[in-house]
């Protein structure tokens, strides 16, 4: 079975930055599509980023510019550089996979319907 591991969260202050971490168990990028996601308390799960091809990405509106995901094939590992953070970037931030068809972004929304397999999320606090 396919199972994730996320790490990197933390609490910074407004304006740091984090690095989180995924790292893939059992299946590979070969056959899997990942992204990341993120939930605040009391709010809907929200797609943060999407990587294909392992240079190709995606991004939520509200994170362009300042976020960066990533993979390193040979460490099974997916990354999410996480820049110019804001209190609104408070969140549970999940990795997740998909074994296929390929997710699908709509109207800037990600399609979490896509994605069979979760990580346990990583907490990540953003201070005024």
């Known amino acids: 079975q396919v199972q994730l591991m996320e790490s990197g969260g933390g609490s910074v202050q407004s304006g740091g930055s984090l690095r989180l971490s995924c790292v893939v168990s059992?299946?590979?990028?070969?056959?899997?599509?990942m992204g990341w996601f993120r939930q605040a308390p009391g709010k809907e799960r929200e797609g943060v980023a999407t990587i294909e091809n392992d240079s190709t990405a995606t991004y939520a509106d509200s994170v362009k510019g300042r976020f960066t995901i990533s993979q390193d094939n040979a460490k099974n590992t997916l990354y999410l550089q996480m820049n110019s953070l804001r209190p609104e970037d408070t969140a549970i931030y999940y990795c997740?996979?998909?074994?296929?068809?390929?997710?699908?972004?709509?109207?800037?929304?990600?399609?979490?319907?896509?994605?069979?397999?979760w990580g346990q999320g990583t907490q990540v606090t953003v201070s005024s």
């Open positions: 059992v299946g590979t990028f070969s056959n899997l599509y």
């Open positions: 997740a996979a998909a074994r296929g068809p390929k997710p699908s972004w709509l109207r800037g929304s990600l399609l979490s319907a896509y994605y069979d397999t």
